[in-house]
């Protein structure tokens, strides 16, 4: 199995948003996506991305999106 695609994690990102409102903040839009769809996470998902101060790679996945999202 491998990493959620990106239109699954923008998908995540897109629902936590609206589901916040426009104040989401990211530790907010991570709870909330784990809240929601952490059943979907894959084991890859899971996984700490290396040099990520041992952060899931769906949540660095979610932060480049969320970085991207605000610009």
Known sequence: MTESSRS???RWL???VVDLGEQAYRQQVHAR???LFGEEFSAEDM???IGRRGEAAWQNNVDSLYD???H
């Open 8 to 10: 699954i994690v923008r």
């Open 14 to 16: 897109f629902t936590a």
């Open 33 to 35: 996506i784990s809240h």
């Open 47 to 49: 996984r700490p991305h």
């Open 68 to 70: 991207q999202l605000k």
